[in-house]
């Protein structure tokens, strides 16, 4: 076990698989973490040498990832609300916000935004 921002992760698995496991760490990011560290993409977590380890940790923790971003988040969709915009409506709605057709097919947005209704 590889313990890597608070996360253990098994040696099998792959390192970019690993980092994508992180809100706000997608293929992008991972793959510019992996080249910025001279990793290979089909590298598992196992082979890592620990100064590799703890330059990733290092470079996870400057982001802002998880509960940080998860909270700007929501906070930019509160201040769209309380300033009124469409946008703030249609996500009090759980209407779908960037322009979707809602004459037909807006079931699955209405499934997928009612949380954001009750909070």
Known sequence: MVFILGVNF???NLVQKSLQSF???GPQVSSRLLSRFH?????KVGQLANKQVLDLTAALSEMKIENDLRRQVLDNIKRLKETGTVRGRRHALGLPVRGQRTRTQIKTAIKLNRIERRI
Request: glycine letters at 10%.
């Open 23 to 25: 809100f706000g760490v």
């Open 10 to 12: 098994p040696e099998r």
């Open 39 to 43: 990793i290979h993409p089909t590298c």
